[in-house]
């Protein structure tokens, strides 16, 4: 399978820095391909010990960024999650 986000990280990263959001912490959260779509998601480590706990809370984890490759370009969009877990 690509890795879009490995393939254009430099793009990301540049559109983080523009944007004032953290790209390390963007790196490093976990991502859902979907054809040629790339969703950036949180992850909380304390939702995961509940649920291990058996507290099931059933909340997804949500997307911050969403980014698209068509023909060779890449749009990057943010969600209402953005700000709120990867403001710098």
Do not use: W
């Not at 059933?58 to 877990?85: D, N």
Request: net charge positive.
């Amino acid at each position: 399978m690509r890795n879009i986000f490995k393939e254009h990280e430099k793009v990301i990263q540049e559109y983080c820095v523009k944007n004032k959001l953290d790209f390390e912490k963007a790196r490093k959260m976990p991502k859902s391909c979907i054809g040629n779509t790339v969703h950036v998601q949180y992850f909380s480590n304390e939702v995961a010990k509940q649920e291990l706990a058996g507290i099931v809370t059933a909340s997804p984890m949500p997307v911050v960024l969403k980014i698209t490759e068509t023909g060779g370009r890449v749009t990057i969009e943010q969600t209402t999650h953005t700000s709120r877990y990867l403001a710098v």
